[in-house]
């Protein structure tokens, strides 16, 4: 075995944020993202330009295992049994009284489907890693974008992806 390692004797150098050698600063990488995506809906897809701002604490958002309930524009974080444990309209926070009216108390329609390997449908897609994440985010300012404009159907937030 090699006692010493060198990038030079590499022929390819990937990234795979959650599972790395080196340390990454995530608030500058989910900013960086962040402003990619949200460059590219503004200059090429046509989106708000509102976008393009984002609040100091705007990616407080972003957790791990969030899904897009695409059908409803809703991101919901499960439980371990597959019931909601939280719910948010894109960025706005549902009241427990809207959750269980939405889904109940019983287990999410798509639960048992979701998984590290299946991680995005027509129905949900699943945030299970720090690179999506800003995504997340950018796509619940989407929703509220087209709650602002009147518009229900949340087909475009297929083009974010």
Not at 41 to 52: A, C, N, Q, S
Request: aromatic share 12%; proline share 2%.
């Amino acid at each position: 075995m090699q006692q010493h390692f060198s990038l030079a004797d590499c022929d390819v150098v990937g990234f795979d944020l959650d599972h790395t050698l080196c340390r990454y600063h995530l608030p500058q990488s989910a900013r960086l993202i962040y402003d990619s995506f949200a460059h590219y809906l503004v200059t090429e897809k046509g989106y708000d330009e509102d976008l393009l701002t984002l609040a100091p604490d705007s990616l407080d958002f972003c957790c791990k295992g969030l899904v897009l309930d695409i059908e409803e524009g809703n991101f919901v974080k499960l439980a371990e049994d597959g019931t909601v444990l939280r719910a948010s309209h894109g960025t706005k926070s549902m009241t427990f009284e809207e959750i269980l009216e939405t889904y109940g108390r019983r287990e999410w329609k798509h639960f048992s489907t979701v998984s590290g390997m299946v991680s995005r449908t027509a129905k949900y897609y699943l945030y299970d890693n720090y690179f999506d994440l800003p995504g997340a985010l950018l796509c619940a300012r989407v929703v509220d974008s087209l709650d602002q404009i009147g518009m229900i159907v949340l087909t475009q937030l297929d083009e974010v992806y």
